[in-house]
């Protein structure tokens, strides 16, 4: 089975940076993703990542260490808006396709 | 515009009643999924299907049942068995091919009367 493991909650202010890590456990390994989820909304791609290193979009980058089961989303520039569940789902090779999803960091942004 | 489209938005089941909520796709998305998120949990797989007339049972199948008979659509209907069917349900889209991104629908919240 994996095993995901998300920070329950993260509050930042307005203009700063967040770094989200997500750590995971599973037999093979065949890619992480990132969704953004506002209350009551459907979750929305953000990043995803299958090598090493790190992918940037903007002001969100997402970062992969396959070696040690780590990833982290790094939002710059928080805007109000930014405030939501970010999710991190990981595929397992072999098998199923299907990503499994941790459950969630909710990312509360304040003045 | 293209997009996966879920109704209701919201739903309310009596004791001992069948609901069920619909999931259409405009995508041209092979693969559809339907997913059950509780407060404070994360998304736990119910069923997927890879294509039409095939589905196969997810981590928490119990108490749902599914239908692929177009690409386009996957109904999940909530029987009566399903003791604990307050929840909000979530339903994807994804290509079978490359990076295979879901693509989700705005979601349908059920609430037993």
């Known amino acids: 089975g994996q095993n995901i493991d998300q920070p329950t909650e993260m509050t930042a202010t307005e203009g700063a940076i967040v770094q989200i890590n997500c750590t995971y456990q599973?037999?093979?390994?065949?890619?992480l993703f990132w969704y953004q989820q506002h209350a009551g909304e459907a979750p929305t791609f953000l990043s995803y990542n299958v090598l090493d290193g790190l992918e940037e979009k903007g002001r969100f980058s997402s970062f992969l260490s396959r070696s040690k089961g780590y990833s982290y989303l790094l939002l710059k520039e928080l805007q109000m808006k930014d405030s939501a569940s970010y999710l991190c789902a990981v595929r397992a090779s072999g098998g199923s396709y299907i990503p499994t999803f941790g459950r969630g960091t909710s990312l509360i942004v304040h003045p | 515009d293209g997009g996966i489209t879920q109704s209701p938005k919201y739903l309310f089941r009596k004791e001992g009643q069948n609901v069920t909520l619909s999931c259409e796709q405009n995508l041209n998305h092979d693969a559809m999924y339907w997913y059950r998120q509780d407060p404070g949990q994360g998304l736990r797989l119910i069923y997927y299907?890879?294509?039409?007339?095939?589905?196969q049972k997810g981590d928490i199948a119990e108490g749902y049942s599914v239908s692929r008979e177009k690409k386009e659509s996957f109904p999940l209907t909530v029987t009566s068995a399903q003791k604990n069917p307050t929840a909000f349900y979530l339903c994807a889209s994804s290509t079978r091919q490359g990076e295979e991104t879901q693509y989700f629908g705005p979601g349908t919240r059920l609430l037993v009367l």
């Open positions: 599973t037999s093979g390994f065949n890619g």
């Open positions: 299907s890879q294509i039409v007339n095939d589905f």
